[in-house]
């Protein structure tokens, strides 16, 4: 009990020395918020992170900050995190800057069929997929025909199971290196590969949790947030 006791200690006085030097701080930029990620406190498995806003948070190991990135681990000698699909090690006083939201953000309009479903042509690793967009699979999902079509190396991945229409199946989670749909390419994004053909990939909230969806009537315009 000991040591965990320390630890949050730690990360307490980490904010408090923050909130007794910040005023001076924020008095020189008020009008710009910082895209930097900056560390203030560690201990095992948190982070005391001073972000976008400009005030301290404490995030814990697998949280995701508001400009993007993810704390993949936390130690109380550094953080390791994953910013548009690249891995970064930080320590105590280390900052590291994302790139800040661009007003021409990428983006694409998708046009539903005569059933309603938003059906386009995309690239997975830089080849071509068919995908439906489908906000009730947790990520990108593919028949294991496509996956072998494409070169994918999935029987490496995690191995589980998901229940489907047809009954339970075997699946494998593996990490994209990119997916491209329209003007807008993500890097790193978790999939599904299903033991089993699909007649689509599903294009999944591992890639729509990063852009912003807005519909219109039967259009559905995705814009890249990070």
Not at 4 to 27: T, Y
Not at 108 to 131: C, K, Q, Y
């Amino acid at each position: 009990m000991f040591p965990r006791s320390r630890e949050c200690k730690a990360v307490v006085l980490a904010l408090l020395l923050w909130s007794a030097c910040a005023p001076g701080q924020q008095q020189l930029q008020p009008q710009q918020p910082s895209q930097d990620i900056e560390i203030v406190g560690l201990s095992q498995g948190r982070a005391v992170i001073v972000g976008t806003n400009g005030k301290p948070k404490v995030y814990r190991d697998g949280d995701t900050l508001p400009n993007g990135a993810r704390l993949i681990k936390a130690t109380p000698e550094s953080a390791l995190f994953e910013i548009d699909g690249k891995r970064h090690r930080l320590t105590m006083g280390n900052r590291v800057s994302t790139a800040a939201p661009a007003s021409g953000a990428a983006r694409v309009t998708l046009i539903a069929d005569e059933r309603g479903h938003f059906v386009t042509l995309g690239t997975i690793n830089g080849a071509s997929m068919r995908f439906l967009v489908d906000t009730g699979a947790t990520m990108i999902s593919m028949g294991v025909g496509d996956a072998r079509r494409i070169g994918l190396d999935y029987l490496n991945g995690e191995r589980g199971v998901t229940r489907t229409a047809n009954g339970v199946a075997r699946v494998y989670k593996i990490r994209l290196d990119t997916v491209k749909v329209g003007d807008i390419t993500l890097n790193g994004v978790d999939a599904l590969v299903h033991d089993a053909d699909l007649p689509w990939a599903l294009l999944g909230m591992s890639f729509l949790n990063r852009v912003e969806m807005n519909r219109q009537g039967d259009n559905l315009t995705l814009v890249k947030r990070y």
